[in-house]
């Protein structure tokens, strides 16, 4: 059935060095497939041959996509090359997959980023208020505007994924997005060095190794956070607290002599073609000379 294809996706992992989603992610493609699915008269109970049914003529990932490609891109994500090869090792006939395999999408447009420096003056000044105010909101915004951190991985990181090298101020990031540095039982983790400023400045509140950096409830992060970004830091971007992350990924590279491999290394993008693609941004235009001041 359709939905032993779902659990074998959400309950297992790929072997370490293959891209793989987070749990998180790959529950909210198994909801899109569902989803596309029921759009076409399926369920999870139906048999796995109905992946390659047709709708007038169409595949349906192909018809779908017609109308929210990006929902399909979601739900292929349970096709990819490393999980066909984990399904065909349970026995399962994988060619009923195929129209899922094959439909062609068009690529994610990357959205450069651009700073307001209004915004980001006005962001530290109520953000770095917070310090003395509501203290785990303030680690939350510490660890998106300083560190990089998705809202997924504020709410998992402890005081133990911090660590550090002669030169470097390290966090672990544990099952990060679509990227797998290394394993420990059974786990994907990432290495990302940090800016040691803002690494010191969490560790400070250090309570214990197993401690979670921020200990609320997920909706402060998720809800109450964006919220104050919103109306107290005037902040319009449809997600506010990933446009925390992306100031820490262009400071890191104003800082670092515009190095995009070393904000790609502290964002933990899959590759440096990806994070140049985003913070390339506009050029620094020189001033001119004004016609009057030739005389």
Request: proline share 5%; charged share 30%.
């Amino acid at each position: 059935m359709i939905s032993n294809i779902f659990k074998l996706y959400e309950f297992n992992r790929l072997p370490a060095g293959c891209k793989q989603a987070s749990d998180d992610t790959k529950r909210k493609n198994v909801v899109k497939m569902k989803r596309i699915l029921f759009e076409y008269g399926i369920t999870p109970e139906d048999s796995i041959k109905a992946f390659s049914r047709k709708y007038r003529g169409k595949p349906i990932p192909e018809h779908f996509a017609q109308f929210d490609s990006c929902a399909v891109r979601m739900a292929k994500s349970l096709f990819t090359k490393g999980w066909i090869k984990f399904y065909k090792a349970q026995g399962i006939d994988t060619s009923f997959f195929a129209n899922w395999v094959d439909v062609q999408l068009k690529p994610v447009s990357i959205r450069k980023f651009y700073p307001d420096e209004r915004e980001r003056e006005l962001i530290e000044r109520k953000c770095g208020a917070l310090r003395n105010t509501d203290l785990e909101l303030y680690k939350g915004y510490a660890l998106a505007y300083g560190l990089g951190l998705r809202s997924s991985e504020i709410l998992r990181a402890k005081y133990g994924d911090f660590w550090q090298t002669e030169t470097n101020r390290i966090i672990r990031i544990w099952t990060p997005k679509g990227v797998d540095d290394g394993e420990v039982d059974g786990i994907g983790f990432q290495d990302r060095p940090c800016d040691p400023a803002w690494w010191n400045e969490l560790m400070s509140f250090k309570t214990s190794d197993d401690g979670l950096i921020v200990p609320v409830i997920r909706n402060r992060i998720t809800r109450e956070l964006p919220k104050f970004l919103r109306e107290e830091c005037g902040v319009t971007a449809n997600q506010p607290l990933h446009r925390l992350r992306k100031y820490a990924g262009h400071r890191t590279m104003r800082q670092n002599d515009n190095n995009p491999f070393i904000a790609q290394k502290v964002l933990g993008h899959s590759s440096v073609e990806m994070t140049t693609k985003i913070y390339c941004g506009l050029p620094t235009v020189n001033a001119g000379i004004l016609p009057h001041e030739n005389n």
